[in-house]
């Protein structure tokens, strides 16, 4: 089994910047990749970035680029996402997911999931 910890979320003015964390523990070995989430009220769960944990490539969907960044850091186990420049339509509920399939993209191939931290942007 592999925990995953979330951390970092909270209320951020439209605008500004939030980093959020990652924390694995466990059976580390069996992932190959981390990937953020998130699900805003009345929406389905959308795909973020994914990471590969060894080699360190990146894949982001479309609502991401240019604004939030993926990176890891292998020695702490730990996946991180910066968010810049939010906006109120950045908020929702960020999950950190954890899987052996190369920069997944679809929920499916991810086996470990945090609980969630809450990202809210006011305007």
């Known amino acids: 089994q592999v925990q995953l910890v979330e951390s970092g979320g909270g209320l951020v003015q439209a605008g500004g910047s939030l980093r959020l964390s990652c924390a694995a523990s466990g059976r580390t070995f069996s992932i190959s990749t981390g990937g953020w989430f998130r699900q805003a009220p009345g929406k389905e769960r959308e795909f973020l970035a994914a990471?590969?944990?060894?080699?360190?490539?990146?894949n982001y969907a479309d609502s991401g680029k240019g604004r939030f960044t993926i990176s890891r850091d292998n020695a702490k186990r730990t996946v991180y996402l910066q968010m810049n420049s939010l906006k109120p339509e950045d908020t929702a509920v960020y999950y950190c997911a954890a899987g052996p399939t190369c920069l997944a993209t679809m929920e499916a191939s991810y086996d470990y999931w945090g609980q969630g931290t809450q990202v809210t942007v006011s305007s």
């Open positions: 990471i590969n944990w060894s080699g360190g490539s990146t």
